[in-house]
């Protein structure tokens, strides 16, 4: 059977590819530690939780207008205000099966054949190939470590093209935890506004901030800006809701209606149940919000201690999200028990047999001398993964 062309050049995710790998081995009876998908590990708060049993047993079990119910599309309007200073009215928001599929949406809906997207890196594994799939091209912009992992206007100018359509910016960012500044999005968006390029802002972590850091959303920083943008967002990562599949798409008018229109014919509507649980999350109480972010903030201390405590890696202090990107340069080219350290791929697959412990290669977000680590799980977890590691890379020659 032939596939298309658009098939073949795509890959599957490699977190899930290795999050899936390491349950293969679980199930094979070995004891693996995770630190790869970026998935919550609390249950989703009780009174949420609630609001969608309450859903099955009320019979709201069916088709829903395709872009959301009005009280979800009303609930999130009034978050955009309350939390992000932004005005938008139902009919510019689509509710959708995830985050995921929101941007995916916004994609079918703005690039043309041979258009270009840009692309910071270290990026979200999704991106570069949501992109190809709807025909565009990634263009792939390097950040590094000194300047926070954040994209500098310098390297923006460079990367501006005639067929550039799109941007991808993505704060708190996954996987390295970057957090923009207001000024630093407004030196971005001062570049990008007057060549109508498009900003695709995925905010999903933007509740997971830490040491005092504040988060801006693009869409916020004027009316040019607003016009320009896709605020992406979810109930996802915040309320560890990733199993109910509800992100949502904030966009003007014309584009909105584009992307309802693109899903009513791709999906139609989003779970009814989980929309009207994504209704409480937003309106309920925020304190188990709190509650979970503390304890991630005292997983992330634990996290970054313990890997700068391992041999030949080392890390910064991330800022937001719930991953630590960890750089492993120097041990390539050594070998463990055997076999050389190549690059991020190999020290992955190291890990995974040696230790097992799984981690995500770095070569999966565009740079290969780091490997990723989400402290979404426990603390005992992460030390025991730890500990496997350090006694593991002790051997590294």
């Known amino acids: 059977m032939r596939l298309a062309q658009r098939a073949q050049g795509i890959g599957a995710s490699p977190t899930l590819a290795m999050n899936a ?5 679980k199930k094979q009876g070995i004891d693996v530690l ?53 005005e938008y009215a139902p009919g510019d928001v689509v509710v959708a099966n995830g985050a995921k599929h929101a941007i995916y949406n916004a994609l079918q809906a703005l690039i043309d054949e041979g258009d270009e997207v840009i692309i910071p890196a270290p990026y979200w594994v999704s991106y570069t190939e949501m992109v190809k799939l709807n025909g565009g091209v990634p263009v792939i912009v390097p950040t590094r470590a000194e300047n926070g992992f954040k994209l500098t206007p310098s390297d923006l100018k460079a990367a501006l093209t005639q067929r550039t359509r799109a941007i991808f910016i993505n704060s708190p960012n996954n996987p390295t935890g970057a957090v923009y500044s207001r000024r630093e999005l407004e030196e971005l968006v001062q570049i990008l506004v007057p060549r109508d390029v498009v900003i695709i802002s995925d905010e999903v972590y933007e509740k997971l901030l830490y040491d005092g850091a504040t988060f801006t959303s693009v869409a916020a920083l004027g009316p040019e800006v607003k016009d320009l943008t896709v605020t992406i967002n979810g109930v996802s990562k915040t309320y560890a809701m990733t199993g109910w599949r509800i992100g949502y798409a904030a966009a003007p008018r014309a584009l909105a209606q584009a992307m309802a229109n693109i899903q009513s014919h791709a999906t139609s509507n989003p779970n009814s149940i989980a929309q009207k649980a994504a209704v409480a999350a937003l309106t309920g109480s925020q304190e188990p919000v709190q509650q979970m972010l503390a304890e991630f903030a005292r997983r992330r201390q634990r996290m ?21 990107f960890a750089d492993v340069a120097s041990l390539f080219g050594r070998t463990l028990r055997g076999q050389k350290i190549t690059g991020s791929v190999s020290l992955a697959e190291l890990f995974l047999v040696e230790a097992h412990v799984a981690v995500v290669p770095g070569a999966a977000f565009g740079d290969d001398r780091y490997v990723r680590f989400s402290y979404a799980t426990s603390l005992a977890t992460i030390d025991e993964g730890l500990a496997r590691l350090h006694a593991v890379l002790s051997e590294v020659r």
Do not use: H, Q, W
């Open 21 to 25: 790998r390491a349950k293969e081995m």
């Open 34 to 86: 995770s630190f790869t998908v970026g998935e919550p590990d609390f249950n989703t708060p009780a009174p949420i939780a609630e609001a969608g049993i309450a859903a099955i047993r009320e019979g709201f079990t069916r088709y829903t207008p395709a872009a959301g119910i009005p009280e979800l599309k009303e609930a999130i309007c009034a978050k955009l205000k309350r939390d992000n200073g932004l």
């Open 304 to 324: 970054v201690t313990g890997i700068n405590a391992l041999p030949g890696l080392s890390c910064g202090t991330p800022e937001g999200a719930f991953y630590v």
